[in-house]
């Protein structure tokens, strides 16, 4: 491994070392969940990665995480990883030669089956379908675009897919990535202290999830709707799906037209 990539992995010996700091490179994590991610902001990860469910299966070595510094695969003294846009017009673009070294690096520390995909907001947009792909797979490598870009003949070359988290423009991939491997981790076997969520929440069943209640039991003069608390789990149940199908049909007519022409179970 050269100095351009740091490795993010299970924390063993000092409780209170932070996730920035989980950067040696575990032999024994060789097969855990791999994520590698090309930036110019190699400091902003594990970012909120590091936190909480995320960040315990990190420490746990359930998944681990390499960033690769674009800046150190830069040209001359400097370092420049952008040059103006052929053609003319405003911004930057990182270039093709830098880009094209730090992705040959990424491809010779990737295993098994490990997609690399552009976050781009002209890419297909990212849903929970492509999260539950990824997490099947070894790991992903992830493509951090600043300024207009990367050069297009970059993603040619490789075969780079791109990936949208929604039709908004960010100045960067790393938050697009963070929430990308949010979605993916979260679905790894042990991530989630109760496995069930993960079946039952908003998507994996094509619906949004119904809503959620808990103490007091009365707030503000609102209670809870009396079927939550009446202990008939069949009632709960039947209440449940008859909310979500209400909040799809409401708020995502896509969603409900995908649900209402799925075959039906026997
Ligand atoms: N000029 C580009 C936008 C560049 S934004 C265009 O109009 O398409 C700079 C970087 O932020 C991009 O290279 C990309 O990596 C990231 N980015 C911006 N919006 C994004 C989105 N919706 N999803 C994923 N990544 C995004």
Known sequence: MSDASKSHG????RATLKPRELMVDRPE???AWTAQIITLFPQAFPGIL???LTGKALKDGLWQLRTIDLRLFGDGKHRNVDDTP??????MVLRADVVGRAIEQAQGTARGRMPILYLSPRGRRFDQPMAQALAACDGVTLLCGRFEGVDQRVLD??????VSLGDFVLTGGEIAAQAMLDACIR??????????SAVEESFSNGLLEH???TRPA?????????VLTSGHHERITEWRQAQAEALTRDRRPDLWAAHAARPRKP
């Open 10 to 13: 299970r924390k063993s010996i």
């Open 29 to 31: 994590l060789s097969r």
């Open 50 to 52: 590091g936190e909480s």
């Open 86 to 91: 052929a053609g003319g017009g405003a911004g």
């Open 157 to 162: 070359h490789y075969g780079i897919e791109e």
């Open 187 to 196: 679905l790894r076997p042990g991530v989630l202290g109760n496995a069930v």
């Open 211 to 213: 809503p959620q209640y």
């Open 218 to 226: 009365e707030w503000k003069g609102l209670p809870i709707p009396e």
